[in-house]
Antibody, heavy 122, light 107 residues
Framework: EVQLVESGGGLVQPGGSLRLSCAAS????????MSWVRQAPGKGLEWVAN????????YYVDSVKGRFTISRDNAKNSLYLQMDSLRAEDTAVYYC???????????????WGQGTLVTVSS | DIQMTQSPSSLSASVGDRVTITCRAS??????LNWYQQTPGKAPKPLIY???SLHSGVPSRFSGSGSGTDFTLTISSLQPEDFATYYC?????????FGQGTKLEIK
């Protein structure tokens, strides 16, 4: 069974840092792009970042560029999101998701982990 | 950046109804369009990719259509488990934005 389990969320003060982890199992982790998506309380979904299989390509939404870093350790089947200079507007549930590429270059996200809550507040 | 606009934002319907949700892109995205379903407290689940391809395990009452800038998600006969929030997302170019969501409620 494909499984993604996030961890590392919690309460952090504005300006602080947090590192999220996503443990993958049930599939060949090193063969897939991976993503982080977040959802502020009561709000919609926001794509945050993608990372290529070997980590050589990374893409971010503008609002986190220069503050967040996506990375992976294929030997540990793990995805990470290092979040620095956190702001109140970063408060959200953060999901990791597997990115599956289809013919023609289109792709979708699935499955998703259960999410981990990050709260940025003093 | 490509903006994704869903309509309506919320919708009340009954079991057995046929419902359609629309997603419009601010510029052409060909068929690079996905639909997801999210129930309260749960992670989203993929429904449709490439505008009209049904994800494995998704019931055939779900269908998607469209290309370019205008897309639709149709549920042919609503079941109790379909009352949820639906999101479109494009996979055309970064940033891969989602629509604001459509909450489907029981009438």
């Amino acid at each position: 069974e494909v499984q993604l389990v996030e961890s590392g969320g919690g309460l952090v003060q504005p300006g602080g840092s947090l590192r999220l982890s996503c443990a993958a199992s049930g599939f060949s982790f090193s063969s897939y792009w991976m993503s982080w998506v977040r959802q502020a309380p009561g709000k919609g979904l926001e794509w945050v970042a993608n990372i290529k299989q070997d980590g050589s390509e990374k893409y971010y939404v503008d609002s986190v560029k220069g503050r967040f870093t996506i990375s992976r350790d294929n030997a540990k089947n793990s995805l990470y999101l290092q979040m620095d200079s956190l702001r109140a507007e970063d408060t959200a549930v953060y999901y990791c998701a597997r990115l599956t590429v289809a013919a023609g270059g289109t792709w979708w996200l699935g499955p998703w982990g259960q999410g981990t809550l990050v709260t940025v507040s003093s | 950046d490509i903006q994704m606009t869903q309509s309506p934002s919320s919708l009340s319907a009954s079991v057995g109804d046929r419902v359609t949700i629309t997603c419009r892109a601010s510029q052409s995205i060909s068929s690079y369009l996905n639909w997801y379903q999210q129930t309260p407290g749960k992670a989203p689940k993929p429904l449709i990719y490439a505008a009209s391809s049904l994800h494995s395990g998704v019931p055939s009452r779900f269908s998607g259509s469209g290309s370019g800038t205008d897309f639709t998600l149709t549920i042919s006969s609503l079941q109790p488990e379909d009352f949820a929030t639906y999101y479109c997302q494009h996979s055309h170019s970064t940033p891969y934005t989602f629509g604001q969501g459509t909450k489907l409620e029981i009438k």
